[in-house]
């Protein structure tokens, strides 16, 4: 599969260049999921000195409460130029936040196997390489570094969302970007695309389990958002626990 080109490195590094101010609030959403409780959501709150990885991280603002939260913090961003410039904002924080932060793509993670107990990809993965990638890769690698029975915590456009109105599609429910909206440096950037909950769990469901579900729907000033919100463990590997002189009985 091949990497971003150059120049959309470049458009996010200058954009991330550009954020003169430190304003880092969480997600509202993300905070509901990791602190609130709900009768659909059992996901546990033992977080203090269990690691987690924000893969995508941005800015860092969901690290200022993950941090709050004891969590060990991990995270990745497309280069070190990122990376370094979100570091240096964390520990420009009020608590001097520390984070391994490391270059990394979806499809290929700086981490080692089993590494994470909880795992917050934030509207980012779903961000593809090029019209041939192979989302599958995606949901593997995220897989990967998490420990078996370990959670993530995942968000994703709906189809009625701004970023997604007039894009081309490729096939494969893969999507070219043609936004003018607010983040119009999105145009041209390739999605994958997700339909409805069903599609999210038959694509995620070879690695993932116990899913469950919310929905993000907003009129911002006539801006209309729209994300899947879902949260799953991953599956513990049968095959190579029973090799390892384990049964089905011991899970």
């Not at 260049?17 to 546990?44: C, G, I, K, Q």
């Not at 980012?124 to 090029?130: E, F």
Request: proline share 4%.
């Amino acid at each position: 599969m091949l990497p971003y080109t150059q120049q959309t490195i470049d458009t996010w590094q200058k954009y991330y260049e550009s954020l003169t101010e430190s304003y880092l609030f969480p997600n509202e959403f993300v905070v509901r999921t990791f602190l609130a409780h709900y009768p659909n959501l059992d996901m546990p709150h033992a977080y203090q000195g269990a690691k987690v990885c924000d893969v995508g991280c941005g800015d860092g603002r969901n690290l200022v409460l993950l941090h709050k939260l004891g969590l060990e913090l991990f995270a990745t961003e497309l280069n070190e130029r990122i990376c370094e410039i979100t570091k240096a904002k964390l520990a420009d924080h009020a608590e001097h936040i520390l984070a391994d932060i490391r270059p990394g793509l979806n499809w290929q993670l700086p981490y080692d196997d089993n590494m994470f107990d909880y795992l917050l990809s934030w509207n980012s993965i779903y961000y593809m390489s090029g019209a041939e990638g192979d989302f599958r890769q995606h949901v593997q690698e995220h897989a990967r570094i998490l420990k078996p029975g370990g959670y993530l915590v995942c968000s994703v456009p709906a189809p009625s969302c701004f970023s997604l109105e007039g894009a081309d599609e490729l096939g494969n429910d893969l999507i070219r970007l043609r936004t003018e909206a607010k983040w119009s440096m999105l145009a041209g950037t390739i999605f994958r695309r997700f339909r409805d909950f069903d599609d999210i769990e038959n694509t995620f469901g070879a690695e993932f389990t116990d899913f469950r579900r919310c929905r993000i729907q907003d009129d911002c000033y006539g801006l209309p958002l729209e994300y899947f919100v879902f949260v799953c463990r991953r599956k513990h590997d049968n095959r190579r626990l029973c090799g390892a002189g384990l049964d089905n009985e011991d899970l």
